[in-house]
């Protein structure tokens, strides 16, 4: 199995271009956030805790997350592998997942970073709030603790994946999604078997 990881700040087209990307190599996408809104949709006591949490900006306990993902690590078939979109977040969670995977004989393959200035994270979540509907995205001070918390427990991430030889990067910049789509792949193309 392959594992990858979709890395960068909100709003910079993680979930977009790993739809793409899992469709193309037959990877299962698994999205933190859509696990947790599946949750919060289904009214479980989870679900209620992560919403609470998530409607003032803040993280969901390692825990939680990491049960999320290991049970889709167990129960999934038929694919080449898997791709992490939103997680890991902070240098624990990477660790963590480096032991999940050690536990399998496995390991993460690569990390396909995309890179955006916070001016446009701040344009792309309230654009996405506003027609998504996504209250977790809507005022400026939530968009705000999101960059804060990026820049201060995500961003470390990027110096633990390169001295890991794991890292690669291009700018989610382009006007739109086909020509970043196209980077995001070319990038894919570069990461070693």
Not at 58 to 78: H, Y
Request: hydrophobic share 40%.
């Amino acid at each position: 199995m392959k594992y990858y990881i979709m890395f960068g700040p909100p709003g910079a087209g993680k979930g977009t271009h790993a739809v793409a990307l899992a469709e193309k190599y037959n990877l299962r996408h698994i999205s933190t956030g859509a696990l947790l809104r599946d949750e919060i949709a289904a009214g479980t006591a989870l679900g209620k805790e992560a919403k609470k949490l998530i409607d003032a900006g803040n993280l969901v306990p390692d825990s939680v997350v990491e049960g999320m993902i290991e049970t889709a690590f167990e129960t999934a078939s038929g694919i080449n592998g898997f791709l992490l979109d939103g997680f890991p977040r902070t240098l624990g969670q990477a660790k963590d997942l480096d032991a999940i995977l050690a536990k399998r004989g496995e390991k993460v393959n690569g990390v396909i970073s995309i890179m955006i200035p916070d001016s446009l994270v701040y344009e792309r979540i309230a654009h996405r709030a506003l027609i998504e509907g996504r209250a977790d995205d809507a005022s400026p001070e939530i968009i705000s603790n999101r960059i804060k918390t990026y820049h201060a427990q995500t961003e470390p991430l990027i110096a633990y994946y390169k001295e890991a030889g794991k890292y690669h990067e291009c700018l989610g910049t382009k006007p739109t999604i086909d020509e970043n789509r196209q980077l995001v792949l070319e990038l894919m193309e570069q990461i070693p078997e």
